[in-house]
């Protein structure tokens, strides 16, 4: 099936929200809890590259990629192709029951592009927040120790499990605890605001470790290697280095969650590798299936053996339609180069914002990796977060257009997630509409 492309430019025939969407939202609001709540004045018809069309014609740019998920864009033609095909030949029958070759194939081909070396295996899964948990379990089994450390400003998911190693309150734990034992706090290293260096930064959170945890206690230590829901916080250089080498020396395992950084989003496949570190676990989702739901843990064959037959699964983990389109993404990264677009991403957005910050002194930090920027507002003397600015910009941008999201556990930082296949041109053009704002207010 082929379809005219969609034109990949900015363009309003209506103002935000348009007739349709109105009508549309009057509709969620009576059948959908207002727990569940978009931000987008609008609704979506159609998407591909670096555009979303909404249903009353209307053409935003995208900057959020649905959370870092479609980094090949929403319906790269390999991923649809691959999806329909598999589609038509069975949509499930369970990898627990009757298993199919795509799921091992997606399964080496994890092994051939994580940064741990050795065999790796995987378990697929259907979200961030399952494969979380997963690799928790998994942790549990092999060290036959309990406790799990995650850090100030981690985001981690919102099932009960997840929720106790999110940091921020609200929304995500306000009024649903109590949340699960043997989840512990530990300060990382946020230089913005701390002004450690990595070595120090480490220092703190392996007293902080050993006093409150203890190394016998400690099944492992989880962290997003650049933390996103957070504020998009890239720890000072040399920071994780330190920490996975105490849990190295210590028979804790390190577990890297690489959701939202993984498969080119910062300019390589994964994080840990720019980091120089290899995790023992690595939870993954996101980008991984271009927008299909998928997760999976990937770890080293030891460490994943660890668990009982029987002991991993769930009816839809790794559903064939989604490992189709996980094996397509992946290629499609790889044939397009996606690792160096994000990387130049990165330059564009962070050369736009230095500019801006010569005449704004609110553009507090400007910090992130490759395809995931982020820019924190703060009040220029006393480094106040500036949340409402913050949430001011991004309502005005998403009414004239522009896909924004923002983040940070004080709610001052706006976050860029563009899909890595979004055009220059398009993305200068979102990026000026977030400037020309940001000159109004
Ligand atoms: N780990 C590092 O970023 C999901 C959440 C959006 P799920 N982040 C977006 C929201 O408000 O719910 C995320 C993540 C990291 C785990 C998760 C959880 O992934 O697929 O949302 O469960």
Request: net charge negative; with cysteine; glycine share 10%.
């Amino acid at each position: 099936m082929s379809r005219e492309p969609l034109d990949q430019s900015r363009k309003l025939v209506t103002e935000l929200p348009g007739p349709k969407a109105r009508e549309m939202r009057e509709s969620l609001d009576t059948y959908v809890p207002k727990g569940v709540s978009p931000s987008m004045p609008a609704f979506a018809a159609r998407a591909e590259g670096g555009i979303v069309e909404d249903v009353d014609g209307n053409r935003l740019i995208d900057l959020g990629s649905g959370i870092a998920v479609t980094t090949v864009g929403a319906s790269h033609p390999k991923v649809v192709e691959a999806v329909q095909e598999q589609v038509a030949d069975f949509t499930h029958t369970c990898f627990m029951v009757t298993p199919y070759d795509s799921y091992t194939r997606l399964a080496k081909r994890l092994d051939e592009v994580v940064p741990i070396s050795g065999q790796t295996r995987s378990v697929l899964l259907n979200s961030g927040a399952e494969a979380v948990e997963n690799a928790v379990k998994v942790a549990r089994a092999y060290t036959g120790k309990q406790a799990i450390a995650a850090f100030d400003n981690a985001y981690h998911g919102r099932t009960t499990l997840t929720m106790g190693l999110t940091a921020k309150n609200m929304p995500y734990k306000e009024s649903f605890g109590p949340f699960a034992p043997e989840l512990y706090r530990v300060p990382g290293s946020y230089p913005y605001r701390d002004g450690l260096s990595g070595e120090e930064a480490a220092q703190r959170t392996i007293e902080s470790l050993e006093s409150q945890i203890g190394a016998n206690n400690l099944a492992a230590v989880i962290m997003e290697p650049i933390q996103g829901e957070g504020g998009f916080i890239v720890p000072a250089e040399g920071f994780l280095a330190k920490v996975v080498e105490w849990c190295k020396a210590n028979d804790v395992l390190f577990i890297a969650d690489e959701v939202q950084t993984g498969f080119t989003r910062t300019g390589e496949w994964f994080a840990s590798t720019t980091e120089g570190i290899e995790p023992d676990l690595i939870t993954l989702a996101k980008g991984i299936a271009g927008g299909m739901p998928l997760s999976a843990v990937t770890g080293r064959a030891e460490v994943m053996d660890a668990v009982h037959a029987g002991g991993l699964g769930g009816t839809y983990g790794g559903n064939p339609v989604a490992v189709a389109a996980g094996l397509a993404s992946l290629q499609v990264m790889e044939e397009e180069g996606l690792a160096d677009k994000a990387k130049h991403i990165g330059e564009v957005i962070t050369e736009h914002f230095t500019q801006a910050q010569k005449e704004d002194s609110r553009i507090g930090d400007i910090r992130g990796r490759g395809a995931m920027m982020a820019i924190e507002f703060v009040d220029p003397e006393t480094k106040e977060p500036l949340a409402k600015l913050v949430n001011d910009i991004a309502v005005e941008a998403r009414k004239q257009g522009v896909i924004t999201l923002t983040a940070g556990t004080y709610g001052n930082v706006l976050r860029f997630l563009p899909p890595v296949v979004i055009g220059e041109d398009l993305l200068k053009e979102g990026l000026s509409v977030i400037t020309d704002i940001l000159a109004d207010m």
